[in-house]
């Protein structure tokens, strides 16, 4: 058996974050190709001819060129053993973006060098803040015109309180762009926009006083720029500091071109050196060790039908900590139960492979039965722990939904039941009314199109949605409260979840004071920790 020490250090477990368009799935196969885990890079630009994303394995997601599922990818490089966590750019799918971020030791941050930092690239940024888990920013598209340097890192400095160290420097952009200088081993990396990662780009190892050398490679004018900006960073901007990298608090800045597969590899090289192995963890008051002898884990996400040959439903679970062997009896806290997980995966996309073992810091994805929820906690026996749920968030967006082919309830039921477990949606009933209409709510709208799509093309079943007049949605903390007797406007509904939980449907932020004040003994939560 794997030395489970040596294992686990040289694990590295991280998500790839960014707004849609910046090149985030592009950065992504490139350091699958350099893993060896792919042998061409895709394309997720959507003609019917293109190859496409191999992180994008659903029919809709390649339809649109954009993640809507978080993907998970191994692969080894120089004797690291890297887990990607490719996540959905798009804000109505930033729901699961959070929950894979829970599963990374550290982050990604892809930022278009001609836009900036957009939205989504803030929420998810505040997101990896919260829990303090290192960032490194790679500033794409330099070979198209793209905003000055300093700007772009002024920007992440006042936008997210850190500092900043770009490990390299960009020599021109757009038509004018003409490589990288490396500052840590002071070499020019010389971009050729045909070169496509074909073969490892030699850089050239050049000193900033050799102004012959240098004009002869980048031009006088350029070379004059270069100087004066890395004597001004060496001067004036922050010191490199790897324990403040390693809590957040300093961002390394590479730039380049993930489409030019320029600037990918030393990123991935510098990168591995500096992020962490598994981190410990918080289960109640108890830090668990990631190289404790004992397993545990806990689900982050669970997908259906990912193998449409086999109509399955697959649990990924982050391992916290020891081993994981396969066929071994675990004890799976929520459901009270021992369990044995025969068929283990590990996933590159959409392909797998059963695995024997696993070490903390892997992801690993294992057959549900329909046992499973999100935050769920699977451990020894000998040592039970709970890990922390994965907090549900409020929906923002609500509708009826109905199937039109009254024959098909059982596959209707079946297929909305599924969806809202995976997390993607969540859904809710007006408890003793009878109504067969099923209230979908969900954090962006693109979420009902997906909804639409999944359940005609996996389950076989049409659905008519009607949307709802409702803003906000709170649930009810008080359980021993009589929600029958509660004093609430007209416009206010009460519905149930498919775990049995109380909540109010609001139509504005004024009906929810109104039921406050109406109601003292009523208590109200914005999320749900279930």
């Not at 709510?441 to 076989?460: C, D, I, N, T």
């Amino acid at each position: 058996m794997a030395d489970l020490k040596k294992e686990i250090e040289r694990r590295r477990t991280f998500a790839i974050i960014s707004h849609p368009d910046a090149g985030k799935t592009t950065l992504t196969e490139k350091l699958l190709l350099y893993g060896g885990a792919i042998q061409q890079a895709g394309s997720v630009k959507g003609k019917a001819t293109a190859r496409h994303a191999v992180s994008d394995w659903m029919e809709l997601e390649k339809q649109r060129g954009i993640s809507i599922t978080s993907s998970v990818m191994l692969f080894e490089y120089e004797g690291f053993c890297v887990n990607i966590l490719d996540t959905p750019g798009h804000q109505d799918f930033s729901e699961d973006t959070y929950r894979t971020l829970m599963a990374a030791d550290s982050a990604v941050m892809v930022i278009d060098a001609a836009k900036g930092i957009e939205p989504q690239t803030r929420k998810l940024f505040k997101i990896c803040a919260m829990r303090n888990i290192p960032i490194f920013t790679f500033i794409n598209k330099l070979d198209r015109d793209a905003r000055s340097p300093y700007d772009l890192m002024e920007e992440l400095e006042n936008e997210f309180g850190i500092g900043t160290y770009p490990m390299n420097w960009p020599i021109g952009s757009g038509i004018d762009f003409k490589g990288v200088y490396d500052r840590e081993n002071k070499q020019i990396l010389a971009f050729n926009e045909f070169h496509r990662g074909q073969s490892k780009i030699r850089a050239i190892e050049c000193s900033l006083d050799d102004t012959d050398m240098l004009n002869e490679l980048i031009g006088d004018k350029l070379r004059s720029t270069l100087c004066d900006d890395v004597e001004l960073l060496d001067g004036a901007g922050y010191e490199f500091d790897l324990d403040k990298v390693r809590c957040g608090k300093l961002s390394p800045v590479f730039f380049g071109s993930a489409l030019n597969n320029f600037g990918i590899e030393p990123f991935l090289e510098s990168f591995l050196k500096m992020t962490m192995p598994p981190l410990p963890r918080l289960a109640g008051d108890e830090v668990v060790d990631p190289f404790d002898d004992s397993f545990s884990a806990f689900v982050f996400k669970i997908q259906a039908n990912m193998n449409k040959a086999h109509r399955d439903r697959i649990a990924f679970m982050r391992i916290c900590s020891g081993r994981f062997e396969r066929d071994k009896e675990y004890f799976h806290m929520q459901g009270g139960k021992p369990l044995r997980l025969a068929q283990p995966q590990q996933l590159m996309a959409s392909d797998r492979a059963v695995i024997d073992e696993a070490f903390a810091g892997d992801i690993i994805g294992v057959f549900d039965p329909g046992i499973f929820s999100i935050g769920d906690t699977i451990c020894e026996k000998s040592k039970k722990l709970t890990f922390e749920g994965i907090p549900t968030f409020a929906p923002e967006h609500f509708a009826a939904v109905e199937r039109t082919d009254t024959m098909k309830r059982k596959q209707f039921e079946k297929g909305i039941q599924q969806i809202a477990q995976e997390g993607a949606i969540q859904i809710f009933h007006e408890p003793f009314t009878g109504v067969e209409e099923v209230i979908v709510g969900v954090v962006g709208v693109l979420q009902f199109e997906v909804l639409e799509y999944r359940l005609k093309s996996e389950y076989g079943v049409d659905v008519r949605r009607r949307s709802l007049p409702y803003e906000t949605i709170r649930w009810i903390d008080n359980e021993e409260i009589d929600v029958s007797s509660l004093n609430l406007t007209s416009d206010t509904k009460w519905v149930q979840d498919f775990k049995g939980n109380n909540l109010l449907l609001f139509s504005s932020g004024w009906t929810v004071n109104w039921a406050l004040n109406k109601n003292p003994d009523l208590r109200l939560s914005e999320f749900n920790r279930e």
